[in-house]
Nanobody, 124 residues
Framework: QVQLVESGGGLVQAGGSLRLSCAAS????????KGWFRQAPGKEREFVAA????????AYADSVKGRFTISRDVAKNTVYLQMNSLKPEDTAVYYC?????????????????WGQGTQVTVSS
């Protein structure tokens, strides 16, 4: 079993920055990708970014390209999401997820473990 705990959410003004962290514990899949998703009120959960655990391959949703950066610290078993130039439409609960797939994936159904989520609110 894998446990994922997110932190770093909060309230920020438009144009500001936040860094989310996701610490993994328990049985971990050292070669599996990790991802960030978000869900705004009344909307479906959507892909934000993903990273392969070893090779550093990344993928981003078009809406966050150039503003968000996903990274990982293998030694700490932690994945990060640096969010810059935040917009009110980035407001959502952000979830960390881990997949058993051997490649970077972007669909929610390809992820097997989920964190509890952390709220990000961007004021205009």
């Amino acid at each position: 079993q894998v446990q994922l705990v997110e932190s770093g959410g909060g309230l920020v003004q438009a144009g500001g920055s936040l860094r989310l962290s996701c610490a993994a514990s328990g049985r971990t899949f050292s070669s599996s990708p990790k991802g960030w998703f978000r869900q705004a009120p009344g909307k479906e959960r959507e892909f934000v970014a993903a990273i392969s655990w070893r090779g550093g391959t990344t993928a981003y949703a078009d809406s966050v390209k150039g503003r968000f950066t996903i990274s990982r610290d293998v030694a700490k078993n932690t994945v990060y999401l640096q969010m810059n130039s935040l917009k009110p439409e980035d407001t959502a609960v952000y979830y960390c997820a881990a997949s058993k797939k051997p490649i970077v994936v972007v669909e929610t159904e390809d992820y097997d473990y989920w964190g509890q989520g952390t709220q990000v609110t961007v004021s205009s």
